[in-house]
């Protein structure tokens, strides 16, 4: 369980630099420069990336139960994962569904930790899916807060178009079937649907 903890403390941990202080995070990459504040970005997140799923599968050979739900919540549970493939692709593709969700990626985060919590009730699984959403949510926060002090860094606008929303429909659901007939058994040992 250890391991767990450090690695998500060191991944979300270097990803909340701006929410802790959008001006230090500023501020520490002119310092190092873009390029070695990148790197250091990098190299902490694939630590804390690794700890995480080496602890994570530590810790499921011996879980600790918090909490058993109806099994209703696991079809809640794979309800709420269909828009989040869908939101992952529209964080790159700009269209309608990027303006409508505006932080597409965030928002692709808190579902899925969601819906992990609601269908797996162990230690293990608390401490990452709700981490992840406790950070995604204080995320959201804090880049809404950053917009409007005028900290945020902002990209030239791609121009959207209805094209790349179908890209994002099409291709985020056939993720979605992929990861529930095959590819979550084959990564994570656990098949969504029995």
Not at 7 to 15: A, D, E, Q, R, S
Not at 51 to 76: D, N, Q
Not at 168 to 179: D, I, K, Q, R
């Amino acid at each position: 369980m250890l391991l767990l903890i450090l690695g998500l403390v060191l991944f979300l941990g270097i990803h909340s630099v701006s929410i802790v202080s959008a001006d230090g995070r500023n501020r520490l990459a002119r310092q190092m420069g873009e390029g070695p504040w990148k790197g250091l970005y990098s190299l902490v997140s694939l630590a804390g990336f690794v700890l995480i799923v080496i602890g994570y599968a530590a810790a499921r050979e011996a879980p600790v139960l918090l909490y058993t739900l109806p099994t209703g919540f696991r079809h809640l549970a794979a309800l709420l994962m269909l828009p989040v493939f869908v939101l992952l692709l529209a964080t790159y593709l700009p269209g309608r569904i990027q303006r409508t969700a505006k932080h597409p990626m965030l928002l692709a985060v808190k579902l899925w930790a969601l819906a992990h919590l609601l269908a797996n009730g162990t230690l293990a699984d608390v401490l990452l899916f709700g981490g992840f959403l406790a950070w995604a949510v204080a995320d959201r926060i804090s880049v809404k807060k950053r917009a409007a002090r005028g900290l945020t860094r902002t990209a030239p606008a791609l121009p959207g178009s209805k094209a790349n929303d179908a890209i994002a429909v099409v291709g985020g659901l056939g993720l979605y079937v992929l990861f529930v007939v095959w590819a979550h058994a084959f990564l994570f040992g656990v098949r969504p649907f029995g």
